[in-house]
């Protein structure tokens, strides 16, 4: 099984809500990301969790939240978001460490923020 | 980190070979190369990657100067599903976590 699924595949939000991505993966893998990506752009990586920890966050605002319960799923939730946070929004795995490797990438969330 | 640069866009017929190009003339000797595509409204895919020498698999050729500073990706019989976006992409030895992206070149194969 090579698949990292993600739900729900499109969400619609106002900014006073809260609601939550969820990413999973039977990979085996053990570094989990979050990434944005912006029509016409390439993605942004956001956070990534190795080993179940927290490893990397690229200054995103705190609005967004990273949770990983387990080796296997990757939540971000969303609070009080912008309009400009609308995007494409990422969730990808891999092995970690080792000398080479691929990320798996999800079929994405596409987010509108009314 | 290094970074890329990569045409916009580009054509390819049906059948025949597709040869995207990328430039990484500040690479560092321990800056992998990476190719993934995204096709529309999917999430991007692995294609290939190396770090000096050239690379072969089922998907792609990749073809690396011996400078280092520019690489070429080959689908060596484009299909119309190959019709997607493609990011040169370089990697940190021993940060396996984070890529830096190019801006991707959109490729068209057309009929």
């Known amino acids: 099984d090579t698949e990292v699924t993600q739900t729900p595949k499109h969400l619609v939000m106002g900014m006073t809500n809260k609601k939550s991505l969820k990413c999973e993966q039977h990979?085996?893998?053990?570094?989990m990301y979050w990434y944005k990506q912006k029509a016409k752009k390439p993605p942004e990586l956001m956070f990534v969790?190795?080993?179940?920890?927290?490893?990397i966050n690229e200054s995103v605002p705190s609005r967004f939240s990273p949770e990983c319960p387990n080796s296997s799923l990757l939540n971000l939730h969303l609070h009080a978001l912008q309009p400009e946070d609308s995007a494409l929004y990422l969730c990808?795995?891999?092995?970690?460490?080792?000398?080479?490797?691929?990320?798996?990438f999800g079929p994405g969330t596409r987010l509108t923020v009314t | 980190d290094a970074k890329t640069t990569q045409p916009t866009s580009m054509d390819c017929a049906e059948g025949r070979a597709a040869n995207l190009p990328c430039n990484h003339s500040?690479?560092?000797?321990?800056?992998?190369v990476y190719w993934y595509r995204q096709i529309h409204s999917q999430g991007p895919q692995y294609i290939i990657h190396?770090?000096?020498?050239?690379e072969t698999n089922e998907m792609a050729s990749l073809i690396i100067t011996e400078d280092r500073k520019s690489s070429t990706l080959i689908l060596p019989h484009a299909t119309l599903r190959d019709t997607a976006v493609y990011y040169c992409?370089?990697?940190?030895?021993?940060?396996?976590?984070?890529?830096?992206w190019g801006l991707g070149t959109s490729l068209a194969v057309n009929p």
């Open positions: 992409i370089v990697r940190v030895v021993g940060n396996n976590r984070k890529l830096i």
């Open positions: 190396g770090l000096k020498n050239n």
């Open positions: 500040t690479i560092s000797g321990n800056e992998y």
């Open positions: 969790y190795s080993y179940e920890k927290l490893s």
């Open positions: 990979m085996g893998h053990r570094a």
């Open positions: 990808a795995s891999s092995q970690d460490g080792g000398r080479s490797y691929e990320q798996y």
